[in-house]
C-alpha cells in the first residue's frame, strides 16, 4: 500500500526530473517543444498549469546564464520598463488591499478610495501593451511555427481584461454598490490581479521574450517597433518616441474611448511625418 508520503516522494523525483531535462533547454528549445504538444492535442491550458511551473523552477537555476539583455529603443526593452510601472502599480495595490480588509465602511477607507481608482485606471490604461504585444510581437513569432507560448499567455491576457475592467467598474462606481459587495469584490479582483499578474510578467520576461530574442532577426526587430510606435505607448515612452507625444486632454473621456483616440492620434503623427 502507497502512503500519501511514499506518493510525495515519488512526484517529487518525477518533478525533478523533468526540472534535469529543462535545464538543458534554452527559450526557443522549450517554445518548439510546446508547440509539439499543442500540435499533438495537449490543451494550451494543461501546458499552462503543469509544464510552465515545472519549467518555470529550472528557470530560474539557469536564468543568469542564457538570458540575452536588451537596451533601448529595443521593443523588449520597452515591454520589460513597462512592466516595472505595472508592477509598481499591483504593489501599491497589495497595499490598499491589506487596509481596506479591516475597513469597515467608504468612509473609513479615506484616501483609499481615489487610490483604487488610480491603479484600476492605470491598469486598463496598459492595454496597449497587450495589444502590442498580440498584434505584433506574437504575429512575428508565429511566421517562425512558434503560437503555443505566445497562445498560453494570451489566455492569461483574456482573463486580466475581465477582471480589470471589473475592478474598474467597481472602484469608479462604487455608489452602486453596498460597502460589503464592494469590499468583497475588489479583494478577490485584486488579489488575483497582484498573484497572478506578477507571476504572468515574470513569464514574459524570462521566458517569452526571451524566446523572441533568440528566434527573431534584427530586420524583424525593426519591423516590430515601426509597428509598435504606430499603436502607441502606456506608462513609459521610449526614448526616440518623446518627439511623437502630442499633448491631449482626455481625461473627461471614458479610459476604453481614451486608448483608440491616442493610438489614432500617435498613427496620424507618424503620417505626417514620414
Not at 187 to 198: S, T
Not at 227 to 236: L, T
Amino acid at each position: 500500500m502507497q502512503t500519501t508520503k511514499t506518493i510525495d516522494v515519488k512526484r517529487s523525483g518525477h518533478e525533478e526530473k523533468e526540472k534535469d531535462i529543462f535545464r538543458s533547454l534554452d527559450a526557443k528549445t522549450f517554445a518548439r517543444l510546446a508547440q509539439e504538444l499543442i500540435d499533438e492535442g495537449v490543451s494550451h491550458g494543461k501546458i499552462r498549469k503543469n509544464i510552465g511551473d515545472v519549467y518555470l523552477e529550472a528557470l530560474l537555476e539557469v536564468l543568469v546564464e542564457k538570458r540575452i539583455d536588451v537596451t533601448s529603443p529595443h521593443p523588449v526593452f520597452t515591454f520589460m520598463e513597462e512592466h516595472r510601472v505595472i508592477l509598481d502599480s499591483l504593489n501599491q495595490l497589495d497595499g490598499a488591499i491589506k487596509r481596506l480588509k479591516k475597513q469597515d465602511s467608504f468612509q473609513d477607507m479615506g484616501e483609499d478610495l481615489k487610490l483604487f481608482e488610480d491603479i484600476a485606471h492605470h491598469l486598463v490604461e496598459a492595454e496597449s501593451h497587450h495589444q502590442r504585444e498580440e498584434d505584433v510581437l506574437f504575429s512575428e513569432l508565429q511566421k517562425h511555427d512558434i503560437t503555443a507560448p505566445a497562445e498560453i499567455i494570451k489566455i492569461d491576457h483574456t482573463e486580466f481584461r475581465k477582471r480589470k475592467k471589473a475592478l474598474y467598474n467597481f472602484t469608479y462606481n462604487r455608489q452602486d454598490y453596498s460597502f460589503e459587495d464592494y469590499k468583497k469584490n475588489v479583494i478577490e479582483l485584486g488579489e488575483y490581479l497582484v498573484k497572478e499578474l506578477e507571476s504572468h510578467i515574470f513569464k514574459e520576461d524570462n521566458i517569452l521574450y526571451q524566446i523572441a530574442l533568440q528566434v527573431l532577426s534584427q530586420e524583424e526587430w525593426a519591423k516590430i517597433k515601426k509597428e509598435c510606435d504606430k499603436i502607441g505607448y502606456c506608462c513609459f515612452t521610449p526614448d526616440d518616441q518623446l518627439e511623437k507625444v502630442v499633448e491631449l486632454d482626455l481625461r473627461q473621456m471614458p479610459p476604453f474611448e481614451r486608448h483608440g483616440k491616442s493610438s489614432r492620434s500617435g498613427m496620424n503623427l507618424i503620417r505626417t511625418k514620414q
